[in-house]
């Protein structure tokens, strides 16, 4: 990606998807097992969260609010810049970390246009 021609920009959850799932309901700053996650988001939903479980998506969006995920993603990512940490050098080190939000504002402005 990096010498690529191209315009590509990387997304990534660390350490799993849910991490974005999560802040439609809360922030996320510490890093959560995978366990702890799928209890949060259980809570939040009123019924058990299985990965990849029919209409669970839909069920987040309808229940949560993508405002927040937003805010929540860009205010984690002020939390790294700050410290000088970014996804080319420092992933490892960035968790819990998502940069969903951008893909998802990009699709945002191009149903809106």
């Known amino acids: 990606m990096l010498i690529s021609m ?3 920009e990387l997304v990534v959850s660390n350490h799993v998807f849910e991490i974005w799932l999560l802040m439609y ?10 366990k702890k996650i ?3 988001l259980t809570l939040h939903l ?8 029919a209409g669970i998506i839909r069920k987040i969006i309808k ?3 993508i405002e927040s995920a937003l805010r929540n993603a860009e205010a984690l990512e002020a939390k790294y810049m ?10 490892g080190k960035m968790n819990p ?12 402005s191009a149903i809106s246009n």
């Open 6 to 8: 191209n315009n590509y």
């Open 25 to 34: 309901f809360e922030e996320v700053e510490l890093k959560l097992s995978k």
């Open 38 to 40: 799928y209890e949060k």
């Open 46 to 53: 009123n019924t058990r969260y299985e990965k990849a479980s």
């Open 63 to 65: 229940e949560g609010a």
């Open 82 to 91: 700050k410290s000088e940490m970014d996804i080319t050098h420092s992933i």
């Open 97 to 108: 970390y998502t940069n969903v939000h951008i893909l998802v504002e990009q699709l945002m």
